[in-house]
């Protein structure tokens, strides 16, 4: 038994022959066969051995569809893997090997030994960013990758920058640099060993005495080497595959304009031994190059992405008209290529789908962009922000949250607009700016409130999230905290709004993002974690969210969207290249962010001379990719920018392609969008919603034009007197909040906003009379000015409990004064002295409600609905009544002024009707503290009290007419209206009348 171990460990540690081919293709046409060859060529070999490694996932469905297409077969196809796909792969079929390290896992470990290191005294010339982690993981790896030791590392970085260290504070700096991240390195590394898992580097050394069972016998090459390739295979990866045990054939499959850019020297170096085999290339098919028509040019140049697009779909729209043979499978797909993929999905989506050509594409959109990721932004926000009432409402207006609103009876339900703006006033007017023992304390003292069933949804939905959020700032490990934030958005049901499609991608969205949050829970368990800051959570779950893509689902079949890299193992008959700008063709290796390039070739990384050249190898080859055509176009205008076309254009015309003009015959509308631009418009080619659309936009233009602001007839309603003075300052400014019920522009003020001031005093006069009233004192008199102003500091002092400390101090003096000047309140209070006559009664914030008469200008008497609250009625003894309202500001001028007077009408007949007390109409004045004199009288005993009340009535009737006929024209009574207008972004103020 011990000689047979022996004899095993023997066959192990020896090398397994092999054969290593290099397979050099004169064209991508002959690169792909050469791919399909070498998988099909040993015929007793199971497809479970093979794997042929691909830059991406979209080369390996191009490959996969090339596959298909050239041995007519979906069957027996190995595995097409991308580099790090082929190492999961490995670990999977490694008997009894410890489970691998994610990416995230690693990236916090490498955190922490960075948090270790700085609290050693070793601390970097920069701010640890969970960005920066992954900057510093990426290039420990590429060390590592490119067979270099941390010792390697500090001793070629180190020599360099100590002989100008001392007289340069750059390489001084980067010293210093260099110092902290050999230390963190070689933390992270203990790190990693004491979790007994594997990382990408322990697993290569145990795939070179393990065998994998089933084992790859044999491997497709079809990349370059990395650094200088982009998803290519490393140093240490062709050592790997130079010695890995039971491997028996290594091809590598190659262009000649590829090799001919020093990878050919390079190949023999890193696969000695290896045998070059030329690829027949005679069934190979050489494309013309389209070009445009009377243009001096080989590409097309358009205005910009979106016009490139739109180019394209005509140019497809018009194959369909001219185009009669037929087409095969082996002929190819229609291909557009590009090196950037966005904006180009999202053109797509707009373009092709309103063209009605279809497409598809394995690429996916940013994660980061879709809108839920939005969501969870601000759900970190509100805590960060202490539940501030901005950050609250905002989240409690997120349809993403419609599933986490509870009633008292704890059935789910929707949150209302209304709803959530009535909780933000009130928010705003309490003075509240975050905390949530704050809004609980709001809560409780608003539980009896009149108007508590209006807010009470939104409000409870914010104690509930406040309570389920709270614990973020104080749990202890990072664990936990990503732990409450995946439970709480985990709750309730993903978003019900918009179509079919959109609901279910908003669901896949959802739980991409769970999964990260969940990605990162378990890699905080790795080790102890320390307690994280919610700022800290926001800052890695973007840095995890920015680095994923969603990709939809697209049917199989029409024109394909690839990328460059993907695009040479697709099959294509056509190919549209777009986006060919300076910058993005051919693109260099990301920068590393912490070494210059000179230091960086000591450690084997390449110039940026080898990478252009290899860049312009690939677009040479990617010309004579597709079978017929091929069509390159440039765009000049980038976010208003200019764009230059690459110089990789300059090199087309040496390239031995035939020439073909673009066909003189052009679709030129390729969609009805285009259609209803550009004109004309033909009815028979829409259907659907869009001819209904269209029927009724010719009805309207063809019938006689409307007046500006008439929207039709309203149905009676019950008014306010408030609301009516709106109509008569601008109608429009009605007809947007009370018609459309849209909300005005909210002040941004860093204290109490106009409004809130307004309310805080009309809530402060209307405890101080109540309270008067209630000692026994009706009306005021000069001796009795100490002992109301000693209730008045009283009752303010309470009001202003719940303000923050700053509104406190500011409201206080505001009402009642300080060394610079008297308080509103006191000047109350001397108005109230002056005042005529014996009060009896005075009743505070009187409400009325119900139908009353009034009468026109012709002396008809009428009825209308309407209800209010005034704020104060006196009644006098004479048998006089006295309407006071009061005003922060200035009050309406007399001319539009209807308030009083129809709050005296109103207070009347109620008077009457609901207590039988006959009062005769006695003074309406307002108390303006925004006036130079604040008592303002519109009439007095004995001044003519009936023509102003009948002028009154007849303006409010006539504004009751315009509102119920429908007329809101944007007609400001005073220009110095519109300047103030909360609506104004609304306005159409060139149909001013």
Known sequence: MQAGKEDQNLELEAVTPRRTRLLRAQNLQSFQTAIVQAITSLSQAEPESVAVIVPSRSAATQLRYTIEALTNSSEQIPALLTRSEWYARLHQRLPGSPPALSDCEREFLLSEAARDTTAAGISPPFIIRPGLVGKMLAFYDALRRQRRTLS??????????????????????????????????MEFEARVTATARLDEHQLRARLLTDVCQPPFRHVVITVGEQPVSTDGLWLADFDLLTRMPHLEQIDVVMTEGFLSCGFLERIHELLPGIKDERVEASQSRQPSLEIPIEAEKTYFIHRD??????????????????????????????????????????????????????????????????????????????????????????????????????????????????????LSRNLEQAGYVGGRDDLKQLADSWHQRSDAEEIRHPLNTSLAIADALAPLETVSSASEAWHILLTFLKQGDPVNVGSEADRERQRNVREAICSVIGQLEKAAKVSVSPRVTPSELKASLRRRIEAEVFTPHYDRGGVRLVDAAAAKYGRFRALFVVGLVQGEWATLPPRNVFYPTTLLQQLGWPSEAQATQIGRAEFTDLLFLPTRHVRLSTFQLEHDALATPATLLEDVPEVDLSLSPEPRFQIKRASTAEMFSGGPIIPSVVTGEVMQWLSARRSNCTGREAKPGIIGALEPRTYTVSRVERYLNCPFKYFCASVLQVDEEPDIAPTLTRRAQGELLHEVLRKFVETWQALGHFGFAVEDIDAALTLARRIVDQEVTVLSPVDRQLARSRLLGSAAGTGLVERFIRIETARPGEVIESQVERPFSGEFEFLNRAGAKRRVSIRGVTDRVDLLADGSLRIIDYKLGRPARSGRAVQLPVYMTCVSQDLARSQNQSCRPGEAAYVAFGASEPRVPIFTPGDGAESVLNEGQARFLEAVDGIESGEFPPRPAEDRLCSSCGFAAVCRKGKRV
């Open 305 to 422: 992405r979106e016009e490139e697009l739109w180019a394209i779909a005509r140019r497809l729209k018009t194959n369909r008209l001219t185009e009669t043979d037929q087409e095969t499978a082996a002929d190819g797909a229609v291909g557009v290529v590009f090196q950037r993929p966005l904006p180009y999905l999202y053109l797509a989506e707009q373009i092709f789908g309103g063209s009605k050509i279809s497409f598809e594409t394995v690429h996916g959109f940013p994660l980061a962009a879709e809108p839920y990721a939005a969501f969870v932004d601000l759900v970190l926000d509100v805590v960060i922000s202490k539940f501030a009432r901005e950050d609250l409402t905002a989240l409690l207006r997120s349809p993403h949250l419609h599933s986490t609103g509870c009633n008292d009876d704890g059935k789910v339900s929707a949150l209302s607009a209304e709803s959530i703006s009535a």
């Open 152 to 185: 390697d590392f500090a001793r070629l970085t180190v020599g360099e920058l100590e002989l100008s260290a001392p007289i340069d504070r750059g390489a001084a700096r980067m010293l210093d640099q260099t110092n902290f991240l050999v230390n963190t390195f």
